[in-house]
């Protein structure tokens, strides 16, 4: 079985600062994907990376794959209230394997 | 388009009631697939369709059963409600099989089995 650790699990910061929230696995990922999920919503994509090395950015937040494609990273710079919420990684393994492993997220508080 | 709608939103059963809930897309995905999500314990994989017809068990599927007659719906019933399965469901969908593929989550329907 796959798993992926986040961490940290919760985290509350002020408007304007920075943050990193880690996923490790002991396993090779082919892909990982990230979402957010909002309170009483289901998760919504932000990014897949799916290249070991692969840095991808959205606006304020910074994705990146590991080399060895067994974690991933997300930055958020100058965080904003609107980027609270639940961040999941997600991971499938090779070829077809349609079967996605969560792990068990970061909640994120931003407050103004 | 609505993309995944899933109902009811809420729900409370009594243990040993049976129930379905229900999940519909109208993206023309093939791929369909129900997750629990339960405090501390991320998504899990209920089970999930890679098209009508077909169906195979994920990670946790004790409990439940599903069937796929159509593209567009995938109904998740509960045979015989415990307690353990209180928890919010969520319906998902993608445009292809393999991790590459973006998932559609519905909104989610809150259980309790009281």
């Known amino acids: 079985t796959q798993l992926l650790e986040q961490s940290p699990q919760f985290l509350s910061i002020q408007e304007g600062e920075n943050l990193t929230v880690y996923c490790n696995s002991s396993s090779v990922f082919s892909s990982l994907q990230w979402y957010r999920q909002e309170p009483g919503e289901g998760p919504v994509l932000l990014v897949t990376?799916?290249?070991?090395?692969e840095v991808k950015k959205l606006k304020r937040l910074t994705f990146q794959f590991g080399d060895a494609r067994k974690d991933s990273s997300l930055h958020i710079t100058a965080a904003q209230p609107g980027d609270t919420g639940l961040y999941l990684c997600a991971g499938g393994g090779g070829g077809s394997n349609y079967k996605l492993t969560f792990g068990k997220g970061t909640l994120l508080t931003v407050n103004p | 388009n609505a993309g995944v709608t899933q109902t009811p939103k809420f729900q409370v059963l009594k243990t040993g009631q049976s129930m379905t809930l229900q999940c519909a897309q109208d993206?023309?995905?093939?791929?369909m697939s129900w997750y629990r999500q339960d405090p501390g314990m991320g998504l899990r994989l209920i089970h999930y369709s890679v098209g009508a017809g077909i169906t195979d068990q994920g990670e946790v599927p004790n409990g439940y059963n599903v069937s796929r007659s159509t593209t567009e719906d995938f109904p998740l019933r509960l045979l015989s409600a415990a307690p353990s399965q209180t928890s919010v469901y969520f319906c998902?969908?993608?445009?292809?099989?393999?991790?590459?593929?973006?998932?559609?989550f519905g909104p989610g329907t809150r259980l309790t089995v009281l």
């Open positions: 998902a969908s993608s445009r292809g099989g393999g991790p590459h593929n973006e998932q559609f």
């Open positions: 990376v799916v290249t070991g090395g």
């Open positions: 993206m023309n995905h093939e791929y």
